[in-house]
């Protein structure tokens, strides 16, 4: 299947998926809106984007007139609860690969017009301030959902443990590991076995624990997957670390900065000097350095070995 450059531009800008903020982003958006929402009343809650509403009971209505209880992040989704008890309603997003919250002090009085431009849903607070859920491009998937249990949203639902749970052991992390006969790469970004990692953190926490992507789960030792362990508390914990505290337009940059390989193909490796690889799929790509994570030898391109068949 050819790869249509031109689409990939304008669904998420680059190759790989830099922009799907992760578990330490979306923690730290949470850790925002806990700070500056909590305690205010919604005044009104305006979708322009029909398709990102995922749900029609409660209304979106229900929100309004509600105070922002709590902010919670559940994996990459943030779930805000207005009012409290059984009558509490949640508002829950995800942000999908070219999606943003946009904060302001001040809402703009502009009047939105539905289905166009960036804007998917407004929210405003009673001290005036209030966010936008924006997405850039034409493939739209931010997602937001009304409910009343955040477990009513199936993706949350699914989520696997939180791998940055004080509670979650390497034993947990080891019985999870066991018998799944698949590559580890895709074993740490799928939600329901790891809530909150993706792909820039998956190729992260590789890197930090010089470990191929193609590696069999069940195969690795226990000193492989005490490693591994390590290597995940260790690239969230200084993940989380560096986005904390920092106002939602800035978390973007600073997750890109902080990478060692992802998104960096071509350039140097940081910890050996060898050049980072990629392997390119039809929709997004992942990186590697060969010298720490495989034994030098550059893995197979699966698009280009797909077309040479
Ligand atoms: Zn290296």
Not at 209 to 217: E, G, H, K, N, V
Not at 258 to 269: E, I, P, S
């Amino acid at each position: 299947m050819p790869i249509d450059v031109a689409a990939l531009a304008s669904a998420g800008g680059r190759w790989h998926d830099e922009g799907v903020p992760e578990l330490p982003e979306v923690d730290a958006l949470t850790a925002f809106l806990r700070e500056r929402a909590v305690g205010h009343v919604i005044t009104s809650a305006a979708v322009t984007a029909i398709s990102a509403l995922k749900t029609f009971d409660p209304p979106l209505g229900a929100l309004v007139g509600g105070t922002i209880t709590a902010a919670t992040r559940h994996g990459k989704f943030v779930d805000l609860r207005a009012g409290e008890g059984d009558a509490a309603v949640h508002l829950v997003f995800h942000l999908a690969r070219a999606g943003w919250l946009r904060w302001f002090e001040e809402v703009p009085k502009t009047v939105l017009k539905p289905g166009k431009g960036p804007i998917a849903l407004r929210v405003k607070l009673d001290d005036g301030s209030g966010f936008d859920l924006t997405e850039a491009g034409t493939k739209k998937s931010l997602a937001v959902y009304v409910v009343r249990d955040p477990q009513d949203v199936p993706g949350i639902a699914r989520l696997g443990p939180d791998p940055t749970d004080p509670s979650f052991t390497l034993e947990d992390f080891q019985a999870v590991l066991d018998g799944r006969r698949t590559q580890i790469k895709g074993v740490l970004r799928d939600q329901s076995v790891f809530a909150g990692i993706g792909n820039a953190y998956s190729d992260e926490i590789l890197h930090a624990a010089r470990m191929s992507p193609y590696a069999l789960a069940a195969k690795l030792t226990p000193e492989q997957v005490a490693t591994l362990f390590a290597a995940l508390r260790e690239t969230l914990a200084e993940a989380v670390q560096t986005a904390s505290g920092r106002p939602p337009a800035d978390l973007k940059d600073a997750k890109r900065r902080g990478m060692q390989v992802h998104g960096r193909t071509g350039q140097a490796c940081p910890v050996c000097g060898d050049t980072v690889r990629e392997v390119r799929f039809a929709d997004s790509s992942f990186q590697y350095c060969p010298t720490c994570q495989t034994g030098g030898k550059p893995l197979a391109d699966r698009v280009l070995s797909r077309l040479l068949k």
